[in-house]
C-alpha cells in the first residue's frame, strides 16, 4: 500500500494518490492531472477510482479530466448531482482497491454531500482518513459556503457539522492518521495548523472543535463566529466543478499565445481584457505596463487572483517571468480563469525595447520611511483586519487588500500617502490597482511590517490575534 500526499502550496491544498497491487485511487485531484496518469504508469498501475470529497469551491478539480484520460469512476458522497457521469455512493459503502478497502463516511455541513473516505489496510484494520474539508488540522470546514444550495442557515449546516463530527469521526481509533484536503492560509477555514497530517488523537487533543465536552449549541456558534465573507469566486468553481469544464491541455495552448509587443498592445485596446503582470514585486515596481495589475507567482497567487478580479469569465494577457508563461496559465486555471488570451513574447523587456510607454511604482525603503516624521504621514495598512488589530503603526488606517475597492474614497487625492502590508507582497498588489484607479500619488514601503519591527519603529502594543 503507497499513501503519497500531494502538497500544493498557493492553493493549500492536499491531493491524495493511494496504490495497492496495481490499482490506484486519487482523491481530490488538481485541474492537471498529467502528474497522478505519469505515476500510475510508472507504477504498473491503474487509476480506479478519483474520490471527490465535496465540491470544492476554492480549485477546479481534476476529476473530469482525469476520469475521460483513464476511464476511471468519479465517486461522490449522498446527494451530490453532476451533470457528468459519477457514481453517487451511500454512506458506509465499501471501495475495493487492490488488497485494501477505501469505506465512505458521509459528513454533511461543510457542503450537504461533504464526504470522509477511511481507508482499512490488507488486515480490515483502519488506518487513515481522509477528511476533505470536514476536518482540517486545528479546525473543520467553514459551514456558510452551501447555504444557498442547502437551503439552510449557516448554524443549521453547522449542526450538522457538529452530528458528522460527533458521530462518524469522534468514535475512529486515535492512531489514524488524518489527511486533510486543506492546510494554513486555506480561506476554506479559520484557524488550520501549518502541518499538513496528523493523528486523529492528537487531534482531539489540540482541536478546538473536537472538544468531547463541547455542546451543539456551543459548537455552532464557536465554528460560525468571525467568519470572513468567502471570495467572489467560490461559486462559480463550485458550478465548473458541478458542470464540467474545458480540457486543460486547450486552456494552455490558447493563453500561451505569445503577442508581440504591437499586437499585445492591440488585443489589450480592443478587448476589455486585464493585463495581469505575475513577475517579482521588486520588477513591478521598477517598471511595468501602464494600467497593469500585480499579483505574482511568488506569492499567494491563485487565492489573490479570486479575491481580486472575481469573475472567472474575465479576460486576462499576461505578463510572465521568462520560462514561466504556462505555470501562470496552470494556476489561473486551477482556479477556474480560463479566459487567458495570451502573453507578451519576451516579457515586460520586449515592450521597453519596442518603445512603448512604461509606469513604475514610487517606493521606499523601510529605513528611509524611518527617517521620515511618520506620525504626520497618511498611512494605510493593507493587512488583514486581524493582523492590523493584533499590532500595527500607531496612526496608520486599515484597508485590507480584499476589499480594497471599498476604501478608494479613504486615500487622498493629490497628498501623498504611503503603504505597507507584512512583507511587501500585498503593498505592491494594492499600489497596482490603486494606480489602476488613478491613485498615482501613492508610496510604497518597501519590507512592509516585518522590517518595522525589526527597525523598532514604534507600534501599537502586540495582542494575540483571533481565530480568523
Known sequence: ?????????????????????????????????????????????KIKYIFETHFHADFVSGHVTLAKETG???????????????????????????DITIELLHTPGHTMESSCYLLKDENGKNNSLFTGDTLFLGDVGRPDLAQKSA??????LAGLLYESLQN?????????????????????????MKETVDSLGNQ?????????????EEFIKEVTDGLLPPPKYFPLNVRMNKEGYEDIKNIIKKGTKELSPDEFET?????????????????????????SIFIGLNGDFAPWVGALISDIKQSILLVTPEGKEEEAVIRLARVGFDNTLGLIKGGFEAWKKAGKEYDKVNSISAEEFKNLKINQLPIFDVRKETEYNSEHLINSLNTPLAELNDHLETYPDKEAFYLHCLGGYRSVIASSILKMRGKHNLINIEGGFEVFKELEISTTESTCPSKQ
Open 1 to 45: 500500500m503507497k499513501i503519497k500526499q500531494i502538497y500544493t502550496g498557493c492553493l493549500a491544498q492536499g491531493a491524495y494518490y493511494i496504490e495497492s497491487e496495481g490499482e490506484v485511487a486519487i482523491i481530490d485531484p488538481l485541474r492537471e492531472v498529467q502528474s497522478y496518469i505519469d505515476k500510475a504508469n510508472k507504477n504498473n498501475a
Open 72 to 98: 476511471a469512476t468519479i465517486v461522490y458522497g449522498p446527494s451530490a448531482e453532476t451533470n457528468f457521469d459519477a457514481y453517487i455512493a451511500k454512506n458506509n459503502e465499501v471501495f475495493k482497491l487492490g
Open 151 to 156: 437551503s439552510m442557515t449557516q448554524e443549521e
Open 168 to 192: 462518524k469521526i469522534m468514535p475512529l481509533e486515535n492512531h489514524i492518521t488524518v489527511y486533510p484536503a486543506h492546510g494554513a492560509g486555506s480561506a476554506c477555514g479559520k484557524n488550520m
Open 204 to 216: 482531539k487533543k489540540v482541536n478546538y472543535a473536537l472538544r468531547s465536552d463541547m455542546t451543539k
Open 267 to 291: 488585443v489589450a485596446n480592443n478587448t476589455n481584457a486585464i493585463i495581469l503582470d505575475v513577475r517579482s514585486e521588486d520588477e513591478f515596481i521598477k517598471g511595468h505596463i501602464p494600467q
